[in-house]
């Protein structure tokens, strides 16, 4: 990790000899240090589930948020530098708002994917100042179906129907015009064990209530017990029994997911204990 | 607009296109004392939703003062591909926000890579009459159809209101017809009884009102397109003129 730029990483405003920004890709190391974030997009609805690691015993549960709302009716999950995140998060609920007060309607998610992946983007090209070190991820549930889309330092937005985010992707700022953006997607400390979990699932035909468990399920399983003791999980979920609303989830359907999760370790760990 | 099959651009035929749409005769024909009056669009507009569109209406006439400036007016204004607006007032006033109507909602569409929705459209031309408020006289409907709610009708009247209604008049002949339409409009109404009544409504405005005239011009907006249908003077219904 340390010693690949030799010399072409000091600015984000120089390339190295073979093509590579290697300040963004820095930037994309900070992301996958952070706690685990995952997004699932099922039939009806996206689930967020984020493990946020505790540090400190003095922690006050609830404070410190990694899930915010942007307008009612998107959500925004954060990875990476969390003071970045919510300059970013700043912006988006801006660029809302002034989409609401000119147009009247509420802002559609694929565009503000689109503005943030331009603003996130302009910071990759010069050399005073640094890329964002966080990746954001934004859900919402429109009239043509539920959206889930991920920005990522280097300004890409992915709108592709696959599960990989291609973190040394070289392609700063693509656009592509294929609709659905992301099916599921997980990013983090323990992005590669999570996204394997996502895959074993069948989204397409997963109900929001049976995701959001799924979710928590994840997260228990892709949390690190042993560098990380403590963490608290947060779940929101925006779909149609929400009515498009994008909100935490109520306390029974957390705890119900919780038990779920916790349930599912000890199976786990009970069929480990018998090999 | 579709932005993905854009037509051909030729420079000369839009030049000339654009020089033929105003007639030039209008500086030589109007007497110097009739100048100074303003050019209005007094007029009779109207825009009605049914299911799978939206039907509008509008007479022919620009008048200033006493004086027909132009008797084959087209009122009807196309803001996007499956959206008109309706225009009443000041004739100025109101082509000037349509075209920049046009021109953000042609942005803003390629921004999207979608057509924009009809309250989109009608919010900018709200936030237009009302931003300049003390200065426009402008009275206009914004009606269309998009994928999202179907076929709507956004009224947009001289201080900047901006209200959905399923039918809506405007222009100083819908005074007349208001009692008209009240008795005949019912709702669920098919394409064909919509057109005939708002013909209808046009014909009994134009009748009554000094600033209405001339031919009626009707378009339906639907999921396929536009459909323009003019109306000569003498093909109108025919009223008892009292």
Redesign the interface.
């Known amino acids: 990790m340390s010693s690949i730029g030799s010399g072409y990483d000091l600015s984000a405003s120089q390339f190295s000899p073979d093509g590579r920004v290697f300040q963004v890709e820095y930037a994309n190391k900070a992301v996958e240090a952070s706690g685990t974030v995952i997004g699932l997009r099922c039939k009806d609805g996206v689930a967020f589930a984020v493990e946020k690691i505790i540090t400190s015993r003095l922690y006050e549960k609830g404070s410190s948020k990694r899930i915010h709302n942007v307008d009612k009716h998107i959500g925004m999950a954060v990875a990476g530098l969390l003071a970045d995140a919510k300059q970013i998060l700043t912006v988006a609920r801006d660029e809302a708002k002034q989409y609401k007060y000119?147009?009247?309607?509420s802002i559609?998610v694929?565009?503000l994917a689109?503005r943030l992946s331009m603003y996130m983007h302009a910071y990759t090209l010069y050399g005073f100042v640094r890329p964002f070190g966080c990746q954001v991820f934004l859900a919402s549930y429109e009239?043509d179906g539920p959206q889930l889309y991920a920005v990522e330092p280097s300004g890409v937005n992915n709108v592709l129907k696959n599960l990989f985010i291609n973190l040394s992707s070289n392609s700063f700022f693509s656009f592509t015009?294929i609709k659905s953006g992301y099916f599921g997607c997980a990013v983090g400390k323990a992005q590669q064990t999570a996204k394997t979990e996502i895959e074993k699932l069948k989204l397409t035909d997963m109900k929001l209530e049976d995701g959001i468990k799924e979710a928590a399920k994840i997260i228990y399983q892709v949390h690190d017990e042993v560098k990380d003791r403590m963490f608290e999980l947060e779940l929101s979920w925006v779909g149609k029994n929400t009515e498009g609303k994008h909100e935490r989830v109520p306390t029974n359907v957390y705890e119900d997911a919780e038990k779920y999760a916790k349930a599912s370790l000890e199976e786990a760990s009970d069929d480990e204990d018998e090999m | 607009m579709d932005v993905c099959n854009p037509p051909t651009y030729d420079a000369e035929e839009e030049l000339l296109r654009h020089q033929k749409q105003y007639s030039q005769m209008d500086k030589l024909l109007i007497p110097a004392e009739m100048r100074h009056q303003p050019v209005s669009t007094g007029t009779t507009i109207i825009a009605m939703e049914y299911d799978g569109g939206v039907v509008l209406g509008a007479d022919t006439r620009t008048s200033a003062g006493s004086f027909v400036v132009n008797r084959f007016t087209d009122k009807l204004t196309p803001l996007t591909d499956r959206i008109y607006c309706l225009r009443s007032g000041s004739a100025a006033d109101t082509q000037a926000i349509s075209q920049v109507v046009q021109y953000q909602l042609e942005f803003?569409s390629a921004?999207?890579?979608e057509p924009p929705?009809v309250?989109?459209a009608?919010?900018?031309v709200?936030?237009m009459i009302y931003q300049y408020r003390d200065d426009f006289v402008a009275g206009m409907i914004v009606a269309g159809w998009d994928k999202?709610l179907g076929g709507q009708v956004y009224s947009c009247p001289l201080g900047g209101l901006?209200v959905r209604q399923p039918v809506s008049l405007g222009g100083s002949g819908s005074t007349y017809i208001w009692g008209f339409l009240d008795n005949n409009y019912k709702p669920n109404m098919t394409k064909k009884e919509c057109l005939e009544l708002v013909l209808k409504a046009i014909t009994l405005a134009i009748t009554r009102d000094g600033s209405s005239g001339g031919c009626a011009r009707l378009a339906v907006i639907d999921a396929q397109g536009v459909e323009r249908i003019d109306v000569l003077g003498n093909e109108l219904p025919k009223v008892y003129d009292l």
């Open positions: 000119d147009y009247g309607v559609p694929k565009y689109d009239h015009l | 803003l921004e999207m890579n929705l309250k989109i009608a919010n900018c709200r936030r999202k901006l």
